[in-house]
Nanobody
């Protein structure tokens, strides 16, 4: 599976931004997908994960209620809608895919990674 994230940019605090991740590979619809982020000097942080069917999701407490993960298997796409953005949301955002059927919360649970897209939230 190859992943290509896009949609990052500069937004003011309180604003919204939508990220997209295009996936290639015949098994995409069977992959658990997730979004992570990494701020300068910090470890990569789990944000959200979605099951292959889209029916189950898990969110980190830091983004619960503000971010929404979704997927469209027909288009081989996964999305992250981000609302009520805060300056502390500034980071490089990565999409990831897992060969496992479980909804992993750790970096090590994912086998494939996109190149990352920068999100900057100004105060």
């Amino acid at each position: 599976v190859q992943l290509q994230a896009s949609g990052g940019g500069l937004v003011q605090a309180g604003g919204s931004l939508g990220l997209s991740c295009a996936a290639s590979g015949r098994t995409f619809s069977r992959n658990v997908m997730a979004w992570f982020r990494q701020a300068p000097g910090k470890e990569r942080e789990f944000l959200a994960t979605v099951s292959w069917s889209g029916g189950r999701t898990i969110y980190a407490n830091s983004v619960k209620g503000r971010f929404t993960i979704s997927r469209d298997n027909a288009k081989n796409m996964v999305y992250l809608q981000m609302n009520s953005l805060k300056p502390e949301d500034t980071a490089v955002y990565y999409c990831a895919a897992s060969q496992s059927s479980g909804l992993g919360l750790r970096y090590a649970d994912y086998d494939y990674w996109g190149q990352g897209t920068q999100v900057t939230v100004s105060s």
